[in-house]
Nanobody, 124 residues
Framework: QVQLVESGGGLVQAGGSLSLSCAASGRTFSGYAMGWFRQAPGKEREFVAAISRLGYSTYYADSVKGRFTISRDNYKNTVYLQMNSLKPEDTAVYYC?????????????????WGQGTQVTVSS
């Protein structure tokens, strides 16, 4: 098993930046592909970005492509989400997730472990 704890959320004005972190503990972090998802009030959880076990492959939702960057540091057991040019529609609870298979699906059900989430609020 792996335990995930997100941090770095907060309130930011539109056009600003935030950096989220997700610290993992438990089994070998480099054995998991990692993803970021978000869920706004009244909406389904949606895919944001994912990264392969060693960081060679990444995949982004069209809505964040060019603005968000996912990365990982396997020595620190941490995955990051750098968010730039934030928009009010990016407001949501952001979750990190781990997947034992080294593929990058967009469906939440394909991920095995989840963190508790961190709130990101973008004001207009």
């Amino acid at each position: 098993q792996v335990q995930l704890v997100e941090s770095g959320g907060g309130l930011v004005q539109a056009g600003g930046s935030l950096s989220l972190s997700c610290a993992a503990s438990g089994r070998t972090f480099s054995g998991y592909a990692m993803g970021w998802f978000r869920q706004a009030p009244g909406k389904e959880r949606e895919f944001v970005a994912a990264i392969s076990r060693l960081g060679y492959s990444t995949y982004y939702a069209d809505s964040v492509k060019g603005r968000f960057t996912i990365s990982r540091d396997n020595y620190k057991n941490t995955v990051y989400l750098q968010m730039n040019s934030l928009k009010p529609e990016d407001t949501a609870v952001y979750y990190c997730a781990a997947r034992k298979e080294n593929t990058l699906p967009t469906m939440p059900a394909r991920y095995d472990y989840w963190g508790q989430g961190t709130q990101v609020t973008v004001s207009s």
